[in-house]
Every structure is written in structure tokens, then in C-alpha cells.
């Protein structure tokens, strides 16, 4: 679902469609418009798409790279290795939260130069308001680290960075015209904030020994961060330049929330990356004195770099495994495991082989009996219960339109009581039912069942073309 976003989302803003207005999503708006810039020169597919988001993560490095240049570069390839082993297990999908982390991250650099004339202000503020233009929920993450930099500049200069992220996030209230603040206002608070949220989050007490391990040494690690940036400041408020680690530390821990949302690995490698990353920036801070040269800190610094590999090995067995796999996967440029399905000269990876025979099979159907400009619906078999769908099955359908408001299915969003999910159905041509996304999470509160009128809808207006694994598909009645 998550990924069929990436696709589908900039395709339809391509032709017109409006973030919030046309489709729900709970992210700001400017990567689904970056993509569909992407994607207008180099073509819609899973391939632009994954080097864009590998683009992000080399960007992410850069970044992390030149924040601890300044300490040498011992100091700053330790941390870029750590940070670098660590994204590879976050995959090279074009996440928004990734993007929006090169923006911060980028911000924090510019903030900190040695010089920051009104130019480098203003595009500070550019990059600050970015970063929110692509998540919103790194606002507080984002002002936390802001915080000590303000103190070491003048107001004038704090006026010019928040006039740069002004003119960044103005696009907001473009959409807020259009869309409408209420629907934008929902998508980016009510529902993801306070609506959905109990049936997506995963409680410590659910995880695995391995991913509660993980989660204190994020924990230690920001404290380590913390007090390293401390030390660092201690008597130098006014010089920005002392003042990196402390900001960068604060943003790590203030990303925390992006693990303790849903504590799986992926959510929680989305934080850990930074405050992992730069460790050996903070044990260079914290030895400084008793290193005495800048060759015996980046000494220090590329030993913490191995113990943490060590450590995190240690720890979760399963990652020196998928790290070396990546790196044989892009040395012969074929990924293991990869199973593509091919329609309309576009492709999707699935997880195995009988899922692809199932699709490829029912896209064949689907391809042969429907007309373009009509209209296909992609969700789960039982639409009480809306937890999950197969968004990407839109973009391997091109001429077929998007039936439905909730082109991913957010739980107590798309079947909350006012929903529009029955109306959506009964304009469809098509139906693509997913049985596999009608198991909750025994966890949380993913099982809770809104109307069943979506289903009624279904039972009396479509008939059942054919079941293809856990696919079924439908038409609508003659």
C-alpha cells in the first residue's frame, strides 16, 4: 500500500488531482508533487521511484557527513558508515519521512556554518519549511533542534529564517483553498493523530526481545547525544558552530515519536539511524580532552562505530544478513527474491511466487473484460474492517480510474461512521477484494468494525468474476 502511494498519488496530481480533496493521505503534499516531477521526465515506475528514494538516503549521508566534518574526517565517515548501515535496512523506497529528513538535516548544516549571511538564512528557513511541506509531524523534532541555533543569532537573521519557511510551506494554504482547511486539517491531524492511530500502533509489550533491545540502545544513544552536545555548548552559546551536536541530537530525539507510533523495525530504524549515526560524533566531544589531537578523537570515533556494529549484531542477529545481501544485490544489479509482476508495460515487486501467478492472472482477466475510463476498486474482502489494501494494483491498471476517495485504507478513517466508502463502491465498474487484509493485529484495535454497508453494497450490485488466491474479483452487474 504504502508504495502503490508513490506511484499512483503523483500520477493522479499529474492529471489535475489535489492532495486531500481528490484522495486522503496523511502526509504533507510535497512528495507526491516532487515524484510527479520525477516521474514527468524519467516516466512513472517502480524503478524512478527507488532510486529517487535512494537518492534521498545518499542525500541523508551527505548531510550526516558534512555535519561532523567539522571534527574531522575519521570522525565523519564513522558516522556516515553507521548511519549508511542503518538506512540499508530501511530499503530505498521514496518515503516521505526520508525526504523530509534530508530537509532537516540540510538545514541544520546551513544553520551552521561558520558564516550565515541573509542569503544562508533565507534558505535555512527554505529547508525548515520543506521539511515540514513533506511531513508535518516533524515540526516539533524540528523546533527542538532549532532552539539553541536561535540563541546564537540575531533577530533579525531568526526573522529571515522563519520569513524562508514561510515562503515554503505557502503552498499550504494554496491546498487549503482548494481542498478545503477542514479535509486538509483531517488528513494531516484528526484522523492520523487522533482517529487511526489506536489501530495502527504496535505497544512495547507486543514486540520482539530483539526490537525492545533496539529501542533502549536508541534511548542510550540520545542520551549519549544529548550530553555530548552539552559539554560541546557549555560556555559557548553564541558560537553556532559548538552547537551542532546539541541540535542534531535534539532533532534525533525528537524523531523518537516516528518508533513509538508503531514499534516495528522499520518505524524504529526511521529514528534510530540518526542517533545511532552520530555516536562517534559524540564520543569525539566527550574524549576531546583526553584524546588531546584530532587524530586520536577520530581514533575513539571509528572504534564506537564498531562497537555499535558489534553491538547492534548482537542484538539483531538478522541484520548483518540483509546488510551483506544488499550489498551482493548491487554488486551484480539483480535483487534477490525480487518477484515483479508486469502489466501494461509498468511493474510491481510482491513477495512470492504465488502471489504473482494470482495477480498476473486476475490482471489478465480484469485487462480483458474492462473498457477504459472505468471505474476499479481496490480494498479488503470485508470492508467493515479497513486496515490495509493493494494500492499499487491502480498503477499496474492504467486506464481503469480510481473508484474511491481512500486509495490507501487507513483504519477509522476510511470506515468511520460519515464515510464515504459505500457511495465509492457502488460507483465502481470493478472490484479488487484482498481476504489477506481481514486479519487485524491482534495488538491493537485494527479488528474494530465499522459499517457493513460497503458490503451490502457489494453483495447486491456485483457479481464475483473469479478468486485468484486471496484475490477475488468482481464486476458489476448487467
Known amino acids: 500500500m504504502d508504495e502503490g502511494t508513490l506511484l499512483v498519488y503523483p500520477e493522479l496530481i499529474q492529471n489535475g488531482a489535489v492532495p486531500y480533496r481528490d484522495f486522503e493521505t496523511f502526509y504533507g503534499p510535497a512528495n507526491p508533487w516532487l515524484l510527479a516531477g520525477v516521474y514527468s521526465v524519467f516516466g512513472n515506475n517502480v524503478i524512478v521511484e527507488r532510486r529517487t528514494g535512494l ?9 550526516i557527513f558534512c555535519l561532523a566534518q567539522r571534527r574531522g574526517t575519521n570522525v565523519a565517515l564513522a558516522c556516515t558508515l553507521l548511519s549508511g548501515l542503518t538506512l540499508i535496512l530501511t530499503g530505498v523506497v521514496a518515503h516521505a519521512w526520508m525526504a523530509a529528513m534530508v530537509c532537516a538535516l540540510w538545514y541544520l548544516w546551513v544553520l551552521t556554518r561558520r558564516e ?77 493523530v487522533l482517529r487511526s492511530n489506536p489501530g495502527r500502533h504496535i505497544p512495547i509489550s507486543s514486540i520482539e526481545p530483539f526490537l525492545l533491545h533496539l529501542l533502549w540502545l536508541h534511548f542510550a544513544a540520545v542520551a549519549v547525544n544529548v550530553a555530548a552536545g552539552l559539554c560541546g555548548a557549555w560556555g559557548s552559546w553564541g558560537n553556532r558552530r559548538k552547537l551542532v551536536m546539541l541540535s542534531v541530537s535534539l532533532l534525533s530525539l525528537g524523531v523518537t515519536h516516528q518508533a513509538l507510533q508503531r514499534l516495528d523495525v522499520f518505524h524504529l530504524l526511521l529514528a534510530a539511524f540518526l542517533s545511532i549515526g552520530i555516536l562517534p560524533l559524540a564520543v569525539s566531544i566527550l574524549t576531546a580532552r583526553v584524546a588531546a589531537t584530532k587524530k586520536r578523537e577520530g581514533i575513539a570515533a571509528l572504534a564506537c562505530a564498531a562497537v555499535v556494529i558489534v553491538s547492534v549484531s548482537a542484538l539483531a542477529p538478522t541484520f548483518p544478513p540483509i546488510i551483506a545481501r544488499a550489498f551482493a544485490d548491487g554488486a551484480r544489479g539483480n535483487p534477490s527474491g525480487a518477484i515483479f509482476v508486469e502489466k501494461n508495460g509498468r511493474s510491481f515487486p ?32 470485508d470492508l467493515r474492517t479497513t486496515i490495509y489494501c493493494d494500492t499499487f494494483i491502480y498503477h499496474l491498471v492504467p486506464k481503469l480510474r480510481p473508484a474511491t476517495y481512500f486509495l490507501e485504507m487507513n483504519p477509522f478513517s476510511a470506515n468511520r461512521p460519515d464515510s464515504r466508502l459505500a457511495d465509492d463502491v457502488q460507483s465502481a465498474d470493478w472490484l479488487v477484494l484482498n481476504l489477506a487484509w481481514n486479519i487485524p493485529e491482534s495488538f491493537n484495535r485494527s479488528g474494530d468494525q465499522g459499517s457493513d454497508a460497503p458490503n451490502v453494497v457489494v453483495r447486491e450490485n456485483f457479481v464475483l468474476v473469479g478468486i485468484y488466491d486471496t484475490y477475488g474479483l468482481f464486476r458489476r452487474k448487467s
Open 55 to 63: 537518492f534521498y538516503r545518499l542525500l541523508i549521508m551527505g548531510a
Open 350 to 381: 510482491v513477495g512470492d511466487e504465488i502471489t504473482a501467478r494470482a495477480l498476473d492472472e486476475m490482471l489478465d482477466q480484469l485487462e480483458q473484460h474492462s473498457e477504459a475510463g472505468q471505474r476499479l476498486f481496490v480494498g479488503p474482502a
Open 116 to 192: 550565515l549571511s541573509s542569503r544562508g538564512a533565507f534558505l535555512a528557513g527554505m529547508l525548515g519549511g520543506l521539511a515540514l511541506l513533506f511531513r508535518l509531524d516533524l515540526g516539533p523534532a524540528l523546533i527542538l533542534a532549532t532552539l539553541p541555533l536561535f540563541v546564537a543569532i540575531s533577530w533579525r537573521q531568526r526573522w529571515i529564517v522563519m520569513g524562508g519557511a514561510a515562503v515554503a510551506l505557502a503552498p499550504l494554504a494554496g491546498v487549503a483553498v482548494v481542498a478545503g482547511a477542514d479535509q486538509m486539517l483531517n488528513n494531516l491531524f484528526v484522523y492520523p
